[in-house]
C-alpha cells in the first residue's frame, strides 16, 4: 500500500467552475472528521465540499450535493487505483455558471485527484507496531545505542523516561536487545508505517 508524504492543495478551472483539490495525510477518523471541519468552515461560501477517504481498511465518499456517483465516488476510484490509503480527498466546488453533465462532473472530480496527485511525493507503508518502552535514568545510554537507528517519535520524561517509536516487522528483533535491559515494553496492534528508505 502507498500513501502521501504530505499534504497539498491544488486548483483547477474547467468550464469557469473552480475544482480545489485537498490531499490530505490522516492516520484515523478523528484526524478526517478535523480536517473536514476546517475546510468546511474555510470553503463555506463554495457550491459543494466532496471528498472521499480510505484510512485502516475503511473508506468512504460523499457527494455533497452533486448527483448521486459524479463526485465522492471518482474521487474514491483514483484513490483506489493508485493503491492509496491513510488519505482524505476533498475536492471543493464553485460552480462558475455552465453546467458540466454527469460525465463531465465525473471527469472533473476525476480530474481533480489526478492532477494533485502529480505534486506529491508517494511513500510506501508497509506492517509495523508502535513501541512503548520505560526505563530508568540510567538505562538511556544502553536504550539509546540499541535505538540509534530508529526515530524516536515521542520521549517523556518522569519518575522514568518513556520512549514510543515505530518498528516494522523486519526490525522486531530489536525488541530482544532492550528486554535484556528493561521489561517495560509495550507492543500495539499492527499498523501500517512509512518503509524507510536508505539515504544515497
Known amino acids: ?41 474555510e470553503f463555506k461560501d463554495s ?23 459524479t463526485a465522492g465516488l471518482p474521487i474514491l476510484n483514483i484513490l483506489k487505483k493508485n493503491n492509496l490509503t491513510n488519505i482524505l480527498a476533498i475536492v471543493i466546488r464553485y460552480f462558475g455558471g455552465i453546467k458540466l453533465g454527469a460525465g463531465g462532473l465525473v471527469r472533473a472530480y476525476s480530474n481533480s485527484i489526478i492532477e494533485t496527485l502529480k505534486y506529491v511525493d508517494i511513500i510506501e507503508l508497509i506492517d509495523g507496531y508502535l513501541i512503548q518502552i520505560e526505563f ?7 536504550i539509546d545505542y540499541i535505538l540509534k537507528d530508529i526515530e524516536i517519535i515521542n520521549k517523556d520524561y518522569k519518575d522514568n523516561i518513556f520512549y514510543k517509536f515505530y518498528l516494522n516487522k523486519n526490525e522486531l528483533s530489536i525488541i530482544k536487545e532492550l528486554e ?11 499498523i501500517l508505517i512509512e518503509k524507510k528508505t536508505k539515504l544515497n
Open 136 to 142: 530508568n535514568y540510567d538505562q538511556t545510554k544502553m
Open 47 to 69: 457550491n459543494h465540499i466532496c471528498f472521499a477517504y480510505i484510512v485502516n481498511g475503511q473508506e468512504k465518499c460523499v457527494d455533497d450535493g452533486e448527483p448521486s456517483g
Open 1 to 41: 500500500m502507498y500513501s502521501i508524504k504530505e499534504s497539498i492543495e491544488n486548483t483547477i478551472i474547467i468550464k469557469k467552475s473552480k475544482f480545489i483539490t485537498k490531499l490530505i495525510k490522516v492516520n484515523n477518523l478523528d484526524e478526517i472528521n478535523k480536517s473536514l471541519e476546517e475546510s468546511k468552515k
Open 180 to 190: 535484556k535491559i528493561t521489561t517495560n515494553i509495550s507492543i500495539n496492534d499492527k
